[in-house]
């Protein structure tokens, strides 16, 4: 016969089974009842410490190679190879026109890339501009066209997420960028930069894939939003004033839905 191994749950066992000591054994129910709680306490308290370490990795994974992603895009394709390419920014000028743009005006275009847009401002007139972007290489490209005038804008070579910081503007401007933000820290993120940057009586104009526009951009899934739905994200310190939906045409002919919206800031 094999010996008893007399292990703590063997004896945990037997003292369960005989109808001796029920003092102690009430006791040592208890304890371990409050023994299972603190665990589950303990657990419940770290877990969503581990859920946001998890985040933060996959974050700072998604930064990495969002990086990546945006210098290959710009490596690898001309200004007309790529669906968002508008030769006059036209939407977006009239919206900083109903903002009431001046010569004066601060504008900073997040995710600008290679747009024209800096280039029309500039020509209005304004010298106060910015322009970021996570890829190097579309600003560069940017630089390249606009030669002199590039010493105008202020560049700032940043996810705009991360940590970057420049002096109060009057106007925020992003064209598909905001949509990227699938994961509800970055949106955070971009949020809290959003209300660092712009000062309190500032335009934010931000023009996303509509409801009806494609799902994914650059081989990127995309959020897609109604205005409504983007002054949802934005929260109460800023009230929709317009929105325009707007049909763009890419280089070869598809047809995407957009909005634009522009935000008043209110607080
Ligand atoms: C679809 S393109 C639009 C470019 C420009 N706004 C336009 O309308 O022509 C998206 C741009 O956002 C930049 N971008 C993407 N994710 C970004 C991020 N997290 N932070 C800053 N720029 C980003 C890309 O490098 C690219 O230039």
Known sequence: MR??????????????????????????????????????????????????????????????????HWERVFATKGERDVSWFETVPEVSLRLMEAAGLTSETCVLDVGGGNSRLVDYLAARG???????DISEAALRQAQGRLGATARIPTWIASDVTGDWSLKPMDIWHDRAVFHFLIDPGDRARYLIRLRDVLKRDGTAIIATFAPDGPETCTGLPVARYSPESLARELGETFALVESVPSVHVTPWGARQSFQYSRFARVH
Do not use: K
Request: with cysteine; proline share 4%; charged share 25%.
């Open 3 to 68: 010996p008893s191994r007399n292990t703590f749950w063997d004896r945990w066992r037997r003292f369960g089974a005989t109808d001796e000591c029920p003092r102690v054994r009430s006791a040592a129910v208890t304890a371990t009842v409050g023994l299972l709680g603190w665990v589950e306490i303990r657990v419940r308290r770290y877990l969503p410490v581990a859920g946001q370490l998890a985040i933060r990795l996959y974050s700072t994974i998604a930064f990495m190679d969002r990086h990546e």
């Open 126 to 132: 304004l010298d106060c501009l910015a322009v970021l």
